[in-house]
Nanobody, 128 residues
Framework: QVQLMESGGGLVQAGGSLGLSCSAS????????MAWYRQAPGKQRELVAR??????????AYADSLKGRCTISRDNAKNTVYLQMNSLKLEDTAVYYC???????????????????WGQGIQVTVSS
């Protein structure tokens, strides 16, 4: 069982920046695709950003709503994935979830299926 623990959320003013971290368990972290999702009140959970694992060269992908304003990265030595968000807007307010696929998932499955593991989520609130 993979455990994911988010940190770094909180309150930030519109236009500001915020960084999230997710610490993951497991010795196969470097092989696992990781992602950040978010869920705003009354809305469905949506993908924010994804980064594949070493078998697929750490490819990144971003939601159109955040493209250019956020960066996902990973530190395999620390079993940690990061999300840096800039120029935050009120509509970025949501619970942000760290997620992971199993290390054996092939790329086509990563791109077409939901993650296998989820963190508990962390609140990000953008104020005016």
């Amino acid at each position: 069982q993979v455990q994911l623990m988010e940190s770094g959320g909180g309150l930030v003013q519109a236009g500001g920046s915020l960084g999230l971290s997710c610490s993951a368990s497991g010795s196969d972290f470097r092989r696992r695709a990781m992602a950040w999702y978010r869920q705003a009140p009354g809305k469905q959970r949506e993908l924010v950003a994804r980064i594949t694992g070493s078998p697929h060269g750490a490819r990144t992908a971003y939601a159109d709503s955040l493209k250019g304003r956020c960066t996902i990265s990973r530190d395999n030595a620390k079993n940690t994935v990061y999300l840096q968000m800039n120029s935050l807007k009120l509509e970025d307010t949501a619970v942000y979830y760290c997620a992971s696929w199993t290390a054996t998932k092939i790329l086509s499955s990563i791109l077409s299926t939901s993650p296998d593991y989820w963190g508990q989520g962390i609140q990000v609130t953008v104020s005016s």
